[in-house]
């Protein structure tokens, strides 16, 4: 099965698709694609068919996605606590991610046609080796496609993700490129795995489950969240509309939480960079409101100083994940 289906919509579909477009659209929707094993035990197969139809439905999502005029999805495809299952559905999920995976190197002609960049988001190191090598072949064959986006969140968690990147920050901090006063919510951004993404407008988990398990928890924190019942293997175009439509109906209230979340950030940062100011004014024997424009000039330094050591950090930063994945390919190779 391929990971994007090839194919329009029905008219009808286009017809519904032209009337939702009308309206504000996600740029960005994740998945929790729950359900799969429920879905099993419904139609009385084995776990790892639910599964693989599993992937069959994202590969039509992606294609519903595409239609839509979304440019970037996020799923949830393996969590790291899902490694505590039984040894036998562990080792059928990860052979999976083999056919995968392996396929989508076969697919190269479709995914440059579209455009589609593969990112992979987790602790890779915690998968089999052959596994990280196929990720990596396909994280690099793809990276400079950029016309849409499939991040697949594999051995992953959040909370994992906020420690890895509160690592980051202190291996820039130990390494001389940053300072401890740099640290802040905004960089914290910058060293999660999805920090070439936007934050999702949407989440949508199927199943009927009610919580995240787990899943984006810093990004999700001003996106519109939507639990439909329906079991993943048995999603449909149409409820992927509904769930855009709750999108839609709370546009407003999300834009202005979002705007008004980052106006405060930028007002915090200005007020660090002004209380620095004051400090170095205090030891320069200068009343803080005194010469403005001394204050001004160090302002401007400050701000300017902190914006290279964290330019400098996060290439550092970048040149280190690339190289992990290009260590993976030579190994392949």
Known sequence: MSWIREGELTIIERFCANIIKAGPMPKHVAFIMDGNRRYARKCHV????????????????????????????????????????????????????????SRLLEEQENLKKHGVCIRVLGDLPLLPLDIQELIAQAVLATRNYNKCFLNVCFAYTSRHEI????????????????????????????????????DP???????????LSDFLLWQTSHSCLVFQSVLWPEYSFWNLCEAILRFQMN?????KARDS????????????????????????????????RRRRTLLQKCTAMREERIQSFLQALEHKRADFFERLCSVSA
């Not at 994202?58 to 040894?87: D, H, M, P």
């Not at 989440?203 to 009927?208: A, N």
């Not at 106006?263 to 024997?285: F, H, I, N, P, S």
Request: with cysteine.
């Open 163 to 198: 420690s890895n990147a509160v690592r980051e920050m202190a291996w820039g901090v130990e390494q001389g490129l940053l300072k401890p006063s740099d640290v802040s919510e905004s960089l914290l951004d910058k060293c999660l795995y999805t920090s070439n993404s936007p």
């Open 201 to 211: 407008d949407l989440l949508i988990r199927t199943s009927g489950e009610v919580r």
């Open 261 to 292: 979340y980052m106006e405060e950030r930028r007002r915090q940062q200005m007020e660090r960079d002004q209380a620095y100011v004051a400090k170095k004014l205090q030891q320069e024997g200068v009343a803080s409101h005194g010469d403005s």
């Open 46 to 101: 084995e776990r790892e068919q639910g599964h693989s139809q599993g992937f069959d439905k994202l590969a039509q999502t992606l294609r519903w996605c595409l239609n839509l005029g979304i440019q970037e999805v996020t799923v949830y495809a393996f969590s790291i606590e899902n490694f505590k299952r039984s040894k036998e559905e562990v080792d059928g999920l990860m052979d999976l991610a083999r056919q995968k995976f």
């Open 251 to 255: 546009y407003s209230a999300l834009q």
